[in-house]
């Protein structure tokens, strides 16, 4: 069975710090990852994702994450905060083979201060 | 393109009463997820379907009723609504290779049960 932790419920940071979100995987069979974000009353949008091949992977709005197979983890990143990524961020993980069913983190929340 | 279109986006239910959550895709997407979100717990899967005329149980089923009917629709039934069912639904659809797409997700249905 696969599954996702992401440490910390809330992170908070100032505007133009460091974004640093964790998380980690189990996966008894090589993984896929995914970075879903979540603004106030909307749906999930995909961030980014992992399948094979470059292990630094780069999304949408500067964010980019890096594939840690030695330390099972997938961190989220971007170099500087901006206002508007206040929002909620989920950590994913599926098989790569079979039904690619998608097994979601319990999410977290990023504040953004002035 | 509208991609994943849920109805109603709220409502309030008594205790006992049913009802039926609708969600439709355009992207002519093989897989249709149905998700609850919770605080603190992320997402969790309730059921899903990898084709028309298919329904699978997924981690939190009791208590809920889908069908897919038709391909392009995946409808999410509450037989008598519990308050233990207050919560965020998602509806979200993929393709057959889903990890390596990711999940197209709808704006969500607020349901309160009072």
């Known amino acids: 069975a696969q599954s996702v932790t992401q440490l910390g419920s809330h992170v908070s940071v100032s505007e133009g710090a460091l974004v640093l979100l964790r998380c980690n995987y189990s996966s008894s069979v090589p993984p896929y990852l995914f970075w879903y974000v979540q603004y106030p009353n909307q749906g999930l949008q995909l961030l980014l994702k992992y399948t094979t091949g470059a292990t630094l992977v780069k999304g949408i709005n500067g964010f980019e994450a890096e594939f840690k197979k030695s330390e099972t983890s997938f961190h989220l990143t971007k170099p500087s905060a901006h206002m508007s990524d206040a929002a909620e961020y989920f950590c994913?993980?599926?098989?790569?083979?079979?039904?690619?069913?998608?097994?979601f983190g319990t999410g977290t929340r990023l504040l953004v201060s002035p | 393109n509208a991609g994943v279109t849920q109805t109603p986006k709220f409502r309030v239910l008594k205790t006992g009463q049913s009802m039926t959550l609708l969600c439709a895709q355009d992207m002519n997407h093989e897989y249709m997820y149905w998700y609850r979100q919770d605080p603190g717990m992320g997402l969790r899967l309730i059921h899903y379907?990898?084709?028309?005329?298919?329904?699978a149980k997924g981690e939190v089923p009791d208590g809920y009723n889908v069908s897919r009917l038709k391909k392009q629709n995946f409808l999410l039934g509450l037989e008598s609504a519990a308050p233990s069912q207050t919560s965020v639904y998602f509806c979200?659809?993929?393709?057959?290779?889903?990890?390596?797409?990711?999940?197209?997700f709808g704006s969500g249905t607020r349901l309160t049960v009072v």
């Open positions: 979200a659809s993929s393709r057959l290779q889903a990890a390596n797409y990711g999940y197209t």
């Open positions: 379907s990898v084709g028309e005329g298919t329904t």
């Open positions: 994913a993980v599926s098989q790569n083979t079979g039904f690619q069913k998608l097994v």
